[in-house]
């Protein structure tokens, strides 16, 4: 019989298979244009997309970022995805860990992953609510264990735990939780945002606290507010589609972060749907990008060959889109400032001091 994690996971799925999830305000990385380059000297098969995540070797700079886990249906999904990763060679993280952490028999629902992907890197994955407790560090050790990752991402899901019936209100000693985590889990650490977006002063502490990756994940794909809104229905639904478009925008929380940080590596996602986002991701300074719900939709439409789809044309427009700029790698698209901003994105990062 399923817990009742389990049962939200499914109810999950279901719902983020909606359009209606999805930010409706405007698209902010139309506001980003690449220099386009007429005089190549280079050619697309030329580009290196190769890069570095967690201390192991990735073909491409695109993370398929946490999906699911938890019930059988999850299992299905997370086995596509994997699959793809490996084929791929990008990096792959796992849904919330916690149903595991409260039924043991649900790790293969996210262990399915390793076995299908053994050598590129996986990320673990758990909520702050489960970082907010005595038993912080012996959770997070438990979830890396128990799918071999490669690093560990804390998701900072504020809104939809707010959102959520069973969710929790406060969280004492959450930083100071990060901190432990950082220092006594063996594996780099991931700090996300769910769909709302990292500014720069909260960036500043999240590297403060041991952070090896700032996860922008902005306002501009997936709310998870609305999912968490919609699934509850009633008065809960009705506040959670006027939270929307609340937050920062992935475009602007890369910009942000990038402006604030010193070490940690930026993860731009939240609205990344084609290579050419994730182009403009890149320029903007994120070191990798990342995706969910497109890898989803493209499993609910044609399944394994639905994801292989999304990711081949995902490379050849990232591998194009840097061609066209004149970029031989990743690192020096990233650092060229290869843009210009327009509209709101140009008077948010003039008004914040962020170019």
């Given amino acids: 019989m399923q817990n009742e994690t389990s049962k939200r996971k499914i109810e999950h799925i279901e719902l983020a298979l909606l359009e209606s999830v999805e930010r409706k305000e ?19 098969d030329e580009i290196d997309l190769s890069s570095n995540f967690a ?61 299908r992907a053994p050598d590129v890197p996986l990320i673990a994955n758990l909520g702050m609510s489960h970082i907010s407790t005595e038993k912080a560090v012996e959770n997070a050790k438990a979830v890396v264990e128990a799918i071999e990752a490669d690093a560990l991402a804390i998701h900072l899901n504020f809104l939809q735990e707010l959102l959520q019936p069973e969710g929790c209100r406060e969280f004492p000693e959450l930083f100071s939780n990060l901190v432990d985590i950082s220092r006594e889990v063996d594996v780099p650490l991931v700090v996300k945002e769910v769909g709302n977006g990292i500014s720069g002063e909260v960036a500043t502490l999240l590297e403060s606290a041991g952070a090896s990756y700032i ?10 507010a609305v999912i968490e809104g919609s699934r509850s229905g009633g008065l809960r639904r009705d506040t959670a589609y006027n939270f929307i478009n609340w937050g920062i925008p992935t475009v602007i929380g890369i910009i942000e972060v990038r402006k604030h940080i010193k070490r940690a590596k930026i993860i731009g996602s939240g609205g990344i749907r084609t290579g050419i986002d994730a182009a403009k991701a890149i320029a903007l300074g994120a070191h990798f990008v990342g995706a969910a719900r497109p890898f989803l939709v493209s499993f609910k439409r044609e399944g394994l060959d639905g994801i292989r789809s999304l990711l081949k044309r995902m490379i050849e427009e990232l591998r194009l889109s840097m061609a066209l700029t004149n970029s031989r790698s990743v690192e020096e698209l990233r650092l060229s400032r290869r843009f210009v901003l327009t509209g709101r994105t140009l008077e948010w990062a003039l008004q914040r001091n962020i170019l």
């Fill in 215 to 224: 996860d922008v994940a902005g306002a501009g794909g997936t709310n998870w």
């Fill in 26 to 44: 405007m698209n902010w990385f139309d506001e980003v244009i690449l220099l386009h380059h007429a005089l190549p000297d280079i050619s697309p």
């Fill in 55 to 115: 201390g192991k070797p990735v073909k491409a700079p695109i993370i398929i970022e946490a999906i699911t886990g938890g019930s059988d249906l999850s299992k299905g999904i997370n086995e596509a995805l994997a699959i793809a990763a490996s084929e791929f060679g990008v990096a792959i993280g796992v849904g919330s860990q916690r149903a595991m952490l409260e039924d043991k028999s649900l790790i293969d629902t996210y262990k399915i992953v390793r076995e």
